[in-house]
């Protein structure tokens, strides 16, 4: 049975963003609900390859691995695209080293952008310890090592999710719900738009009109898969990632986005988000204004705090 975990004990540390815990009562309490033998990557991997493998598999994240011994090495997210092209300080790896080139920075191995090192645990660990750091480190995803380091596995929000969801909740989103929602207009430039998810650090923006009506929502993924499409190098008619980056909002976002009203209960969001397999919920007004946005996170931060 899945046990609320104990925040006033602090998982130990062995070197840096490395967790043991003390062997839980079944050993395979953690592999019975992570994903095992995970699609990875290694650090030579051009950018358009890891790209491309994102946006085919829909998958937010890529553990890095050392191609022969197939120890972890690094983490490599689609907000890690986005701070690559446009968003952030990896940004200037493609201005100062490619010069702004599209093609050359596609092909760029992507050791340049990975995290390293990365933050996992070792496969003794429990659920609770898995979920203090997901907390604590304000990440969706945590890799499963052996004792040398070898991947085995990794586990989501969304696989803790699955664990705590019997647990019934009455109570309306409003209660959990973010109100001050960061929005980006739909005319705005795929270029703000990067900029702004990694300044607030947020994978998904909704898309407003001129009247502040929800239109769409752009997430990291969106973004990932408009630089693996074939639409992006037909715009971009020039070698610049510049070029490319003023493409509007609109013309990459999903814009039939499922919503929300403030009295939908947390369960039945759940249930909604999980049957559509969408990681957040923006709720809305009888005129379609924002009021509001729900994640996973929001969901599983509640559930904790009832089990």
């Known amino acids: 049975m899945y046990r609320r975990p104990s925040y006033s004990k602090p998982v130990k540390e062995v070197g840096p963003r490395k967790y043991r815990s003390k062997k839980p009562e079944r050993p395979s309490e953690l592999l019975e ?3 095992l033998n995970p699609v990875c990557v290694s650090k030579t991997t051009p950018v358009i390859n890891a790209v491309k493998l994102l946006s085919e598999k829909n998958f937010r994240r890529l553990p890095v691995v050392d191609a022969g011994s197939k120890k972890l090495i690094g983490m490599l997210t689609s907000t890690d695209i986005v701070n690559y092209f446009g968003g952030g300080g990896k940004y200037k ?6 010069y702004g080139n599209l093609y050359k ?7 340049m952008i990975m995290h390293t090192p990365p933050i996992f645990v070792y496969e003794d660990a429990s ?16 890799p499963i090592v052996d004792e040398d380091d070898i991947l085995k596995a990794i586990i989501t929000e969304r696989d803790i999710l699955r664990i705590l ?24 430039p795929l270029m703000k738009a990067c900029r702004t998810m990694i300044e607030f650090g947020f994978r998904r923006l909704p898309a407003l009109n001129e009247k502040f009506q ?17 639409m992006a190098f037909r715009i971009a008619k020039l070698p610049q990632l510049s070029e490319l980056l003023q493409t509007p909002v609109n013309r990459i976002m999903t814009p039939f986005v499922i919503t929300a009203g403030e009295n939908m209960t ?3 969001a759940l249930e909604l988000m999980t049957r559509n397999n969408i990681g957040a919920l923006p709720i809305i007004s009888e005129k379609r204004t924002i009021v509001g946005i729900v994640t996973e996170r929001d969901i599983m931060v509640k559930l904790i705090e009832l089990s």
């Open 105 to 111: 920075a596609l092909n760029a191995p992507i050791e």
């Open 93 to 98: 790896i493609v201005e100062k080293r490619y």
């Open 214 to 230: 929800l239109t769409g929502i752009l997430t990291s993924m969106d973004i990932v898969k408009f630089f693996a499409s074939e």
């Open 165 to 188: 969801s019997g647990t019934r909740i009455g109570s309306p989103i409003s209660e959990i719900m973010s109100r001050d929602v960061i929005s980006i207009s739909e005319n705005a």
């Open 127 to 142: 659920i609770d310890d898995v979920i203090e750091i997901m907390l604590k480190h304000n990440i969706g995803g945590v």
């Open 266 to 268: 947390i369960s039945e």
């Open 33 to 35: 609900v992570a994903t």
